[in-house]
């Protein structure tokens, strides 16, 4: 009998093949871009949990009584060694780590490569596997590196490289080889090995190359590590957090013990909580936005089933006439909805594989294939398509079953009124939610213009910037100052600067600077950039005041500042000419005040313009940065022509250089992937919704066919039998716009409250949404009644 139902069912879609194939495609495509949003949280959430003992292991967050005073996510060096020392009890391992960039040379092969410094403990500690070399003895040796297995690819374009040397610099422009003692597998994905969102580490060192990096895993005083430790099973953390409270108190210097407090956040958790959320806001954005477009699949699915199957009637009293059973006709439509949606959800695992390279693009992360979910995964979508199958057959299958015999045969269904006001309200429901996303769209997109546009403060346009080879000491920032002047002076290029930043984010801690002569309690933590002279003219940063440090690099520029106007007014100046020749102190050291410059974001604009310092090259001799204002032109030209000078001056330092757009892209990642997400799920909203519109028409004018003869017998224009059903169904669409736009007025109010400089919300996304949406549906309208209505008359009429 069921292999019946099956034979039947088949047979009923492939007569019915636009109609089949309109909601199969509808339903797919809402389970298919369910499936890739669903991937990308997934993936999301196993951030760290595929981690030797994940459950026990744990990041050392600081939580500053001022929060200026350090990042939130580096500690006090000696505090996890401690712990393991001193509570053996609670901890039972520790890794602390400093990531860095540096140059790294095989033969002719010059690239910059993110690294990072930490204790031998990393392999075991974690888990992490060596495809090559022993894991028990590879980071112990001196001079030894674990590399990953991309970075043993590119340098010997091949993985077996365990015993081979890579060439590395130092901060001071010295080389030292290192020999490869083990390359990684490859690892899940964590928090462990990432720099960033999109900056994975690539080569691992033991402590003993602190020195040669210049960095500090030790002490009390060095709070610029990034520590994790594993808990000892069964260990309470809060006793941990109460033991480093403890050994602060007791070893660390007073201002720390006085201002800092340790956390101890969990790894498996870490990922969705850091940057105050951020990932876990868009993984429940993208969530949200998933899940409607699935029920707005659904419900078209379910719409049109209910409206087809109206039109069986007749099939149905004959059936029941020769004897056919009320749960046989149940068990036909219930079996034709499940293996349509079993064919859509077929279709969506299709769509899944064919769309999950774009998808990568568009999210910026690699979403899983089928094959990496967990096995359970199988059943899931044949149990949603049995459950979807059900919803959409049971309705007309219990109504139409129900009728009696003679009213089947005559094609009359009593609840007709009643089932149109129940699909009109689903339709309803989609346009609301199609509505929404589609003003959420509009709004995400202008908040992301704002990000990219010209009042940045600054100006942004043909602004080149390249990593620098470093060399900090006197003789090798001298070197770097005679090698940016020789560049200035090329054809293609307006000016040259030399720093330790750029303006896509802080990079140096704040540090507290106060006028001369007041109480150093009064401070104000200031932002501090290492710049040359030339730094202004190249950003474009107007100065409102006084000069930028000497047009000549000169000695006494050591103990002048340049600070912004928000700084000026901080410190108590009512305009920037007042602070010009005024002595203040930063961090202990009295220094003079030379320019003024305007107001600019360092940085995203999730978070107000700040107080910026600009101190001189003397001031500290470190450096990054080349940053080059092009001329307007060829620009491939100019960039060759760069490239070419720099191989001349810099003939083993790798020119990987990047247009400041893309250091604006790197502030505004979660951004930019929500607004094309955002545009993706328009697209499919109007589709489906413009679906549930057909399916809704077609069973209106298939049930008033009579009536358009009639009309027309009577002398009713097709222009008049058009606006009567313009007017039936625009009114679902007035009646869903008014309640989705304050809906989509408090959900988008609520998500520019996370950013300090934000658009204010006009009409005008509003009424465009809205109104690209009454003109689709009005045109799908006309088109549907038109047919109906230019129809014979006569051959609607003879049937009755």
Not at 552 to 561: K, M, P, Y
Not at 687 to 699: A, E, N, R, W
Not at 758 to 763: L, Y
């Given at each position: 009998m069921l292999k019946n139902y099956f034979k039947i069912a088949w047979r009923?879609?492939?007569?019915?093949?636009?109609?089949?194939?309109?909601?199969?495609?509808?339903?797919?495509?809402?389970?298919?871009?369910?499936?890739?949003?669903?991937?990308y949280v997934w993936g999301e959430l196993q951030v760290n949990h595929q981690l030797k003992d994940a459950d026990n292991q744990y990041l050392i967050q600081s939580n500053w009584k001022d929060p200026d005073m350090d990042?939130?996510?580096?500690?006090?060096?000696?505090?996890?060694?401690?712990?393991?020392?001193?509570?053996p009890n609670l901890v039972a391992n520790y890794y602390n780590s400093a990531p860095a960039v540096t140059n790294v040379s095989k033969g002719d092969k010059h690239f910059r490569e993110s690294l990072q410094v930490g204790d031998s403990t990393l392999l075991n500690m974690y888990g992490f596997k060596l495809l090559y070399g022993d894991a028990r003895t590879a980071l112990i040796q001196p001079f030894s590196v674990v590399i990953t297995t991309p970075m043993a690819l590119k340098y010997f374009g091949k993985t077996d490289v365990v015993g081979q040397t890579l060439n590395f610099e130092d901060f001071k422009g010295n080389n030292h080889d290192y020999t490869i003692t083990g390359v990684l597998a490859d690892m899940p994905r964590n928090t462990i090995c990432e720099a960033g969102a999109n900056d994975k580490l690539s080569c691992f060192f033991n402590a003993s190359t602190t020195t040669f990096f210049s960095r500090n895993l030790t002490g009390w005083e060095s709070s610029y590590t990034i520590d994790h430790i594993e808990l000892q099973k069964g260990a309470d953390p809060k006793q941990v957090e109460q033991a480093m409270l403890s050994l602060l108190r007791k070893n660390a210097p007073d201002d720390v013990v006085k201002n800092l407090t340790p956390k101890l956040v969990p790894l498996k958790t870490y990922n969705m909580e850091a940057n105050n959320g951020l990932v876990k806001k868009m993984t429940w954005t993208l969530s949200c936005i998933a899940f409607f477009i699935l029920v707005m699949a659904v419900?078209?699915?379910?719409?049109?089933?209910?409206?087809?199957?109206?039109?069986?009637?007749?099939?149905?009293?004959?059936?029941?006439?020769?004897?056919g059973l009320r749960k046989q006709l149940v068990w036909q439509f219930l079996v034709e909805s499940v293996l349509m949606v079993m064919v859509a959800t077929v279709l969506a695992l299709g769509i899944y594989i064919l769309a999950r390279p774009w998808f990568n693009d568009v999210l910026g992360d690699n979403i899983a294939s089928l094959l990496n979910f967990p096995v359970y995964f199988i059943a899931v979508p044949f149990v949603f398509a049995l459950i979807v199958g059900v919803i959409a057959g049971i309705y007309p299958a219990l109504v139409l079953s129900a009728l009696k015999s003679i009213d089947s045969l005559k094609g009359k269904l009593g609840s007709v009124k009643e089932s149109v006001l129940f699909r009109k309200t689903l339709v309803a429901f989609q346009f609301v939610t199609a509505a929404i996303v589609f003003i959420g769209a509009i709004i995400i997109s202008q908040q992301v213009n704002l990000f990219f546009s010209s009042n940045l403060g600054y100006n942004k346009d043909y602004v080149v910037y390249a990593q620098l080879p470093r060399d900090w000491t006197e003789k090798g920032v001298k070197r770097m100052g005679n090698i940016r002047d020789e560049m200035a002076l090329m054809p293609q290029v307006s000016s040259v600067s030399l720093s330790f930043e750029i303006p896509d984010a802080p990079n140096s801690d704040k540090m507290p600077i106060g006028r001369q002569g007041t109480n150093p309690a009064q401070a104000i933590a200031t932002q501090t950039l290492i710049t040359d002279y030339h730094y202004a003219n190249v950003y474009g940063i107007p100065l409102k005041a006084g000069t930028f440090f000497n047009p000549?690099?000169?000695?006494?520029?050591?103990?002048?500042?340049v600070i912004n106007e928000t700084e000026s007014k901080a410190l108590g100046w009512a305009s920037p000419q007042d602070a010009i020749g005024q002595k203040v102190v930063m961090a202990g050291t009295n220094y003079t005040v030379s320019g003024v410059v305007a107001d600019f974001h360092l940085g995203s604009m999730h978070d107000k313009i700040g107080p910026v310092t600009f101190a001189s090259m003397h001031y500290s001799n470190i450096y990054r940065y080349f940053s080059f204002k092009v001329k307007p032109g060829n620009m491939p030209a100019s960039i060759a022509a760069l490239q070419q000078k720099w191989a001349q001056v810099l003939p083993n330092a790798p020119f990987e250089y990047h247009f400041m757009d893309d250091a604006l892209n790197g502030l505004?990642?979660?951004?930019?992937?929500?607004?094309?997400?955002?545009?993706l799920a328009t697209i499919l909203?109007?589709?489906?919704?413009?679906?549930?519109?057909?399916?809704?028409?077609?069973?209106s004018i298939q049930k008033r066919t009579k009536e358009i003869g009639i009309r027309k017998v009577l002398g009713s224009s097709v222009a008049g039998i058009t606006a009567l059903f313009l007017k039936d169904f625009l009114s679902v669409v007035i009646v869903a716009g008014l309640i989705a736009c304050p809906l989509a007025w408090l959900i988008m109010q609520n998500w520019l409250n996370d950013y300090a400089y934000?658009?204010?919300?006009?009409?005008s996304p509003f009424i465009?949404?809205?109104?690209?949406?009454?003109?689709?549906?009005?045109?799908?309208?006309?088109v549907q009644t038109m047919k109906a209505a230019f129809a014979n008359p006569v051959k609607s009429l003879r049937n009755e």
């Open positions: 009923n879609l492939w007569r019915n093949k636009a109609f089949s194939l309109i909601n199969i495609l509808g339903l797919s495509a809402g389970i298919a871009f369910t499936l890739l949003i669903g991937a990042d939130v996510s580096s500690n006090i060096g000696q505090l996890s060694i401690a712990l393991r020392q001193n509570y419900i078209n699915f379910v719409n049109i089933c209910i409206g087809r199957s109206s039109g069986r009637m007749k099939e149905m009293g004959i059936r029941k006439v020769i004897g000549v690099n000169h000695a006494d520029d050591s103990d002048r500042l505004y990642v979660n951004e930019i992937q929500l607004k094309k997400a955002a545009y909203a109007i589709v489906i919704v413009s679906l549930g519109v057909l399916g809704l028409i077609s069973l934000r658009i204010n919300i006009s009409v465009f949404s809205i109104a690209m949406l009454t003109c689709v549906t009005a045109f799908l309208i006309i």
